[in-house]
């Protein structure tokens, strides 16, 4: 475990690598937010679940990951490292003091530390293991704390921008399982899709991108019942791409 990331390891044969962004809240001593520290349990700053998810699925695929290791609130690694919200000053009605008060040279030595070295990694496992696929874990929140009148019914979502090779073979298998499933929710690809954008478009590379509603996997019974469905519906995705 480094102080960005945790690497599990895996095949190259499974023919995937797992990246996780939001996977933790971890904020580094030496950082302070400037917020009350109920705050790194929300969705604002880990996407809830998604650690105990990403551990079982990569270990079930025996497919090597990359899993963050800070909070999104340090830095948001599913931005563009030139992105100004990859230090993000407010989400979903939360202020964060310490971030509006870096300036510029602060910024980009907070990226240095915490994006360069992430993203890096990542590139370097996908050179490494040259997986047929690629894929990540995220998970979302029922209702933003801002639009409370706002519900996500969807059990999950499957992301995509351009490439629709694997989201078009993924979301009718979940379907078939009973589950709700977003067809690009509840946010769009298009708009926010900087990791998947970066390591698997840019290189003609097909991705899975795959969120899970937050109140189900919040448990280890969740997210061993998640596990469960998802790690077919990702392998059957895999071979289907060949």
């Not at 993924?170 to 298009?190: F, R, T, W």
Request: charged share 25%; hydrophobic share 40%.
């Amino acid at each position: 475990m480094t102080d960005v990331f945790i690497e599990i390891e895996g095949r190259s044969e499974s023919g995937l690598v797992l990246i996780a962004d939001h996977a933790s809240n971890r904020v580094p001593e030496d950082i302070d937010l400037g917020v009350h520290p109920s705050v790194l349990d929300k969705h604002v700053a880990v996407d809830i679940g998604v650690d105990r998810l990403a551990m079982l699925v990569s270990g079930a695929l025996g497919c090597p990951a990359i899993i963050a290791n800070i909070s999104r609130l340090v830095v948001d690694l599913h931005r563009e490292h030139d992105n100004p919200v990859a230090t993000p000053v407010h989400s979903d009605g939360h202020h964060i003091p310490a971030n509006a008060a870096l300036d510029e040279a602060a910024r980009r030595e907070r990226i240095e530390r915490f994006w360069h070295p992430y993203h890096g990694r990542a590139a370097e496992l996908v050179d490494t293991h040259e997986p047929d696929m690629l894929f990540t874990l995220h998970s979302f929140t029922p209702r933003l704390e801002t639009r409370t009148h706002e519900t996500r019914p969807w059990h999950a979502g499957i992301l995509y921008n351009r490439d629709d090779r694997a989201a078009r073979i993924a979301i009718p298998k979940l379907e078939a399982l009973g589950l709700h499933v977003g067809d690009n929710e509840p946010y769009s690809g298009q708009e926010l899709n900087a990791t998947m954008d970066l390591h698997a478009e840019a290189r003609g590379l097909p991705y899975l991108a795959i969120e899970v509603r937050n109140d189900l996997i919040a448990d280890a019974e969740g997210a061993r019942k998640w596990a469960e469905l998802l790690v077919p519906v990702i392998a059957e995705t895999r071979d289907a791409l060949k």
